[in-house]
């Protein structure tokens, strides 16, 4: 029985487009490339292992600069601000200086030790209390400790002066040269770590563009081939710029495999040593953003190393 032209269409398969033709070229070279890695794995894996090793580094001290800004952030508040009155005002006197800087939306909180509170104080932790009492006066002043609500050093030192030009007050103590120095060592670490990135970046250009040139020199006469029957060398470089991103990829993947090693190792440590100082700080390992960033990163670098490296090479091959 004859069909029709309408059966027969019923039939026709519609043409791929140019789209999908190029993503399955794509896919068929990913595909291609990986099982080539697969076949050395020896190989692979020390290249893998290399360019892990080597973005671990600048992970280690990017979480370092993490874990201690949280430190800071910790410590900031308990930090606190100590002002001494003047020994001449009442303790009415104290109060109302108190009760004004309640007001103040820089403070988080006021709190008032009177002089004769003081000196209560001072006579029973140093065991004085019949030497102070025969004292004529009560030699020390009311003290205010303040809560502050900005954890910026340039604000609390701004902070500091408006509360050295209030009349009542003598001496306003600022405690934050240890947390400065630790945030100077936190912005050492970040500079360290981007000059470190740096280096790092560098070195697995040099890694990653080698393994590509021995690639390609494995490959020398299938590319000769390639060239006499007329493929242009973004064609031919194209396995090549999927193998530096597939080892790229890998490595920067076992880096945070590697980094949640030592985060499990160093966990139970911290909070060891957090609890001593009554601390709630608490390791924070790489989050899913930082640990996706710093795989694209590793294949970002393979790719662009493999791209480099390729297209010279490929060029200076003669069909």
Known sequence: MTRGPHARARHTRPQPSAMDKLLWQHRAVARDSLQRLLRSPVATAITVSVIAIALLLPALLFLLQQNLGSGIAELDRSARISVYLETGLSDSEAEEVSNYLQTWDSLLS???VSSSQALADFSENA???????????????????LIPRTSDLADLEALQAE????PEVAVVELDRTWIARLQAIR????????????????????????TIRLAIENRRQEIRVQKLVGA?????????LYTGFLLGSAG????????????????????????????????????LVSAIGLVLLGGG???????????????????
């Open 163 to 166: 509360l050295e030009s209030l």
């Open 127 to 145: 065991g004085l209390a019949g030497v102070l009492a025969s004292l004529a006066e009560n030699p020390l002043p009311a003290t205010l400790l």
């Open 110 to 112: 006021v709190e008032l």
């Open 232 to 240: 242009t060398d973004a064609y031919i470089a194209r396995p090549f």
């Open 187 to 210: 912005n050492f670490v970040s500079l360290l770590g981007r000059a470190l990135l740096l280096f790092v970046l560098l070195g697995l250009f040099a890694i990653i563009g080698n």
């Open 301 to 319: 670098t393979g790719w662009l190393s493999a791209l480099i490296s390729s297209y010279r090479n490929i060029a200076a091959i003669d069909p």
């Open 252 to 287: 920067g993947l076992v880096a945070c495999l590697l980094l949640l090693v030592l985060w499990l190792l160093l966990g139970q440590s911290s909070r060891e040593l957090a609890a001593l100082y009554n601390n709630g700080f608490e390791l924070a390992n790489l989050s």
